[in-house]
């Protein structure tokens, strides 16, 4: 028996609202702002298309390691954390979509070098299928 850390849960960025506030997740996301004042990046992976889940990634305790390339809008960025807090939008019309904002506290991020997102996309979902 370990007493070290749960294993994360690799999964995609729209699907982090069906986990629960504490889970240790692995996921992919793009980065679309960072907010100096709040330490905090925010991510989207429009996948499947028109998801418009966002993740608000809490990178404090990795500001001493952190690069700036780490947060330049459009870098695409693996993230290692727990799920803090999970909030539902319902949309103003019926035409806008529901969406999701997901708080994570990052433990490790790093950049995705060599991405091929289709195929990401596609390894993600046979293994959840």
């Known amino acids: 028996m370990s007493n070290g850390p749960l294993p994360s849960v690799r999964c995609l960025l729209s699907s982090l609202p069906a986990k629960h506030v504490g889970d240790k997740v692995r996921f992919l996301g793009c980065v679309t702002g960072y ?6 990046l ?3 992976h429009e996948y499947p298309r028109g998801n418009t889940t ?3 990634v ?3 305790l990795l500001l001493e390691s952190l690069k700036h390339e780490q947060t330049d809008v459009g870098q695409w960025i693996h993230v290692i954390g727990y799920i ?3 909030k539902q939008t319902s949309p103003k ?3 806008e979509p529901h969406t999701a904002s997901v708080g994570v506290q990052a433990v490790v991020l790093w950049i995705a070098e060599d991405l091929d997102i289709a195929s990401y996309e596609k390894a993600l979902i046979s293994e959840s299928g």
Do not use: M
């Not at 907010?35 to 905090?40: D, K, N, R």
């Open 35 to 40: 907010s100096t004042p709040s330490a905090t």
């Open 42 to 44: 925010s991510l989207q």
């Open 54 to 56: 966002k993740a608000d």
């Open 58 to 60: 809490n990178v404090a």
């Open 84 to 86: 803090t807090s999970i």
């Open 93 to 95: 019309a019926s035409t």
